[in-house]
């Protein structure tokens, strides 16, 4: 397998938006679980969503429900976070996160295996 390299990271305002790209060249996404996680300062790196290889379901973790949407294009072999409704809250370093194991996703960070460097998002007026 290749890198994950994450992009997309910045400064937005709250209320704002962003989207994240997350580019695997290394890796046939449709067999693999895939996620987003994020990790702010001194706190533990929490999964955010994922979609799982099974059958394409999608799990989204309470703090970013009906906020943060997760896709991937398996032809591209990218996954995309879109955040919208930003709050400071938000502010943190976003990875992606890949692992081969057929099953439904877990949103537990033990449980991914590829990791990308992760990139800053932080929201501030």
């Known amino acids: 397998q290749g890198q994950l390299v994450e992009s997309g990271g910045g400064l937005a305002q709250p209320g704002g938006s962003l989207r994240l790209s997350c580019a695997a060249p290394?890796?046939?996404?449709?067999?693999?679980?895939v996620a987003w996680f994020r990790q702010a300062p001194e706190k533990e790196r929490e999964g955010l969503l994922c979609v799982s290889n099974t059958d394409g379901s999608t799990y989204s973790a309470d703090s970013v429900k009906g906020r943060f949407t997760i896709s991937k294009d398996d032809a591209t072999k990218t996954l995309y976070l879109q955040m919208n409704s930003l709050t400071p809250d938000d502010t943190a370093v976003y990875y992606c996160?890949?692992?081969?194991?057929?099953?439904?996703?877990?949103?537990?960070?033990?449980?991914?295996?590829?990791w990308g460097q992760g990139t800053q998002v932080t929201v501030s007026s």
């Open positions: 996160a890949a692992d081969q194991r057929w099953r439904a996703c877990p949103l537990d960070r033990d449980e991914y295996k590829y």
């Open positions: 290394g890796f046939s996404l449709r067999y693999y679980n």
